[in-house]
């Protein structure tokens, strides 16, 4: 059973710091994609950050670039997700997403944390 469980959320000061985490179980953790997304209410998720199995590809939204890092630590089957100078804009329920890899037998499969909330105060 894939399990994905965020933590790290709380609330910071302007241009304050946190680092989230998602801790992965029951998959191989270094064979999927990770993703974070972030959602404000009811409006779309946005996909922040993604790192592959191994790390090798990493891609950030326009949005963040510059002061979210995504890495993983595949011993600690942990991804994280380093977000410096957070602003009140980047207030949002984070969640972690995996993606299980496509096989020629299998589609890709969407994974879901609980989520984490983070809260930016001006």
């Known amino acids: 059973q894939v399990r994905l469980v965020e933590s790290g959320g709380g609330l910071v000061q302007s241009g304050q710091s946190l680092t989230l985490s998602c801790v992965g179980s029951?998959?191989?953790?270094?064979?999927?994609?990770i993703r974070w997304y972030r959602q404000v209410s009811t409006e779309e998720r946005e996909r922040v950050a993604t790192?592959?199995?191994?790390?090798?590809?990493?891609n950030t939204a326009d949005s963040v670039k510059g002061r979210f890092t995504i890495s993983r630590d595949n011993s600690k089957n942990t991804v994280y997700l380093q977000m410096n100078d957070l602003k009140p804009e980047d207030t949002a329920m984070y969640y972690c997403?995996?993606?299980?890899?496509?096989?020629?037998?299998?589609?890709?499969?969407?994974?879901w944390g609980q989520g984490t909330e983070v809260t930016v105060s001006s």
């Open positions: 790192i592959s199995g191994y790390g090798t590809s990493i």
């Open positions: 029951g998959f191989q953790f270094n064979t999927y994609g």
């Open positions: 997403n995996a993606r299980s890899p496509l096989t020629p037998t299998t589609e890709p499969e969407d994974y």
